[in-house]
């Protein structure tokens, strides 16, 4: 079998990120460049490429690192590592479910990897958790490659449809008591989720980079939700170590910073490595340079 080589990864037999943009020659790191982070990278070390290909989408990069397990890529953007994963997929689900008094229908669009799945089907209350993804590549590479978090799949009240999330929801959208968007960054396949009317549902980014960005993506689910807040987890792997969640409630009277539901200690403990009700509230706690931007 051939070796197989990406040109985010530059080693003996790698090819140069470009012709004429080259950086210092340390063998057998994976580097994340992207304009949405401008003068910064992500820098992690391979142990050995596991799979890549050009699914019809998007390029899917997987590959074993050094210290943070099996680590996927989109794009050449980071979607998660082995290592901290967690930290997204408990926030970016338990923020919502335990907003509510009681989720039974709940819909996934993205997390292809099946994290939000294994998060979402902790709840009791759950009685149907879809998962819509546009690219089944995802879906199929995560099984094979991330059994962790696409054990979400197994559950027996998911189902999975492959698809354009915006069209799925658009048939169906007074259906659900939870919507969760779970997406890659707003290039590529999933611009579309992060432009109206999608934007009458949820989105996630981070306030060191993007605080214009979600000021406007504020805004505009105002126009919809009577109740919008934004919160945030910490993840390493992810730009500046942080991502953030756009909380979206239809009830005007709700405090989503409060969770209506929770688990004891002894539960936390045993269901989630990150999340707990104290990190709940918590999250909405902004530094004053966000908390002036988003008033």
Request: aromatic share 10%; proline share 6%; with cysteine.
């Amino acid at each position: 079998m051939s070796e197989i080589t990406h040109p985010t990864i530059k080693g003996p037999s790698a090819p140069p990120l470009r012709d004429d943009f080259r950086l210092p020659s340390y063998d057998g790191w994976f580097r994340e460049i992207s304009g949405m982070w401008p003068g910064q990278a992500m820098t992690l070390k391979v142990n050995q490429i596991l799979h890549h290909e050009k699914s019809k989408y998007q390029d899917v990069l997987i590959f074993e690192s050094s210290d943070h397990g099996t680590v996927l890529v989109l794009d050449n953007v980071i979607q998660c590592t082995e290592r901290d994963e967690f930290a997204y997929q408990e926030m970016i689900t338990h923020l919502a479910m335990n907003a509510h008094p009681n989720p039974q229908k709940v819909l996934v669009i993205g997390g292809g990897d099946g994290g939000v799945l294994r998060e979402v089907v902790k709840h009791s209350t759950v009685e149907s958790a879809i998962l819509c993804d546009i690219d089944e590549a995802v879906i199929r590479l995560s099984k094979k490659y991330l059994p962790g978090m696409s054990i979400g799949f197994q559950h027996p009240n998911v189902s999975v449809h492959i698809g354009d999330g915006f069209q799925f929801l658009k048939e169906r959208k007074e259906e659900f008591d939870i919507i969760i968007t779970d997406s890659s960054d707003p290039e590529g396949p999933a611009e579309s989720l992060f432009q109206k009317p999608y934007f009458e549902l949820l989105y996630a980014e981070n306030q060191w980079l993007h605080l214009s960005l979600i000021a406007s993506l504020r805004k505009s689910c105002l126009e919809v939700f009577p109740t919008v807040e934004y919160a945030y987890t910490t993840i390493p792997t992810y730009p500046s170590g942080q991502i953030g969640f756009m909380v979206c409630c239809k009830d005007s009277k709700r405090d989503v910073k409060e969770p209506l539901r929770s688990w004891s200690p002894e539960e936390e403990e045993k269901l989630c490595r990150y999340y707990n009700k104290e990190i709940h509230r918590a999250s909405f706690v902004l530094p004053t340079f966000a908390r002036t931007a988003l008033r």
